[in-house]
């Protein structure tokens, strides 16, 4: 990069993260000081992006930064929405853009994670005990970016044995099964109605 490119990035950093800060703000507090250290830190280290990682390049206790992620109830739909207004409302990006679909999966060591079960992996190409995700994007020509993401849960996790390992971990009591392409559907229409113009979905044969 050039060196006035570097120059302007830590004010281009502030910028961003202060128009996302509300997405952090919760009844009680405003939790948006580590959401700007997380993504500094993210940006800054060359590895071992883990929370105590982080927590040590930006001067902030791991453990807050980690409870921030995992614990605090701040909305990531409030993230998503603001991702999509910004598109919507870039001129050069509201027409010619596409829609694309797809999962990701992570593996996992035990089942007390939500969602974790025995499921196809696509990193691996195998059926494994993993984590899946699936993400919907924004494209058009070199602009990338997701919009858009809801962890899968599969079937089994709605049974009667599993009630307590559901509170354990979180998932809202509201929370009913719903087929990956069901999500998707769900992706989609909200991008709609968030006023994201697009002209094509692409997706695999899923």
């Known amino acids: 990069m050039p060196p006035e490119a570097v120059a302007s990035l830590p004010d281009r950093l502030v910028d961003f993260w202060t128009r996302y800060r509300h997405c952090f703000w919760t009844q009680t507090r405003d939790q948006s000081a580590y959401a700007y250290h997380y993504l500094g830190g993210l940006l800054r280290m060359k590895g071992k992006r883990n929370f105590a990682g982080i927590g040590r390049a930006t001067g902030q206790p791991g453990e807050n930064i980690q409870h921030f992620m995992s614990n605090s109830p701040w909305s990531p739909q409030m993230i998503y929405r603001q991702v999509q207004a910004e598109i919507a409302a870039t001129p050069e990006l509201n027409s010619g853009g596409m829609l694309l679909l797809d999962e990701s999966a992570d593996a996992k060591a035990g089942h007390?994670?939500?969602?974790?079960?025995?499921?196809?992996?696509?990193?691996?190409?195998?059926?494994?005990?993993?984590?899946?995700?699936?993400?919907?994007?924004?494209?058009?020509?070199h602009s990338w970016t997701w919009i858009d993401g809801e962890l899968f849960l599969p079937e089994q996790w709605f049974s009667p044995e599993k009630a307590a390992v559901r509170d354990e971990v979180g998932i809202p009591a509201e929370r009913r099964f719903k087929t990956k392409v069901q999500l998707d559907w769900e992706m989609i229409q909200r991008a709609q109605a968030n006023g994201l113009r697009f002209e094509a979905v692409g997706c695999d044969d899923l």
Not at 115 to 129: F, S, W
């Open 112 to 141: 007390k994670t939500a969602g974790a079960g025995r499921q196809y992996n696509g990193r691996l190409g195998k059926v494994d005990l993993c984590q899946v995700g699936v993400f919907l994007s924004f494209v058009k020509g």
